[in-house]
């Protein structure tokens, strides 16, 4: 069982400041991740993780979204990070 409950982001019963984070989040990425909907418990850290991602990885980067990942990835994997 996870500490951190991952919420559902089609639960009726969700906190409205959580469905739009993570509306939001899974649209800039694409889909849907585990992290965004554990993150999604503090609404305004979900934003500020996605904001912080955005401007790192994805805003003004000369890289097409797969190499991007595939950065990201070859340096997790090099440095024993592992999710």
């Known amino acids: ?33 585990n992290i965004h909907r554990a993150m999604a418990n503090r609404p305004e850290a979900l934003v500020a993780f996605s904001n912080f991602l955005t401007t790192v990885y994805r805003q003004d980067s000369t890289l097409k979204p797969h190499h991007g990942e595939l950065a990201y990835l070859t340096a997790t994997t090099v440095n024993n990070c592992f999710y």
């Open 1 to 33: 069982m996870a500490r951190i409950p991952i919420l559902d982001e089609n639960d009726p019963d969700l906190d409205p400041n959580a469905r739009t984070a993570l509306q939001a989040a899974g649209a800039a990425r694409g889909r849907m991740i």
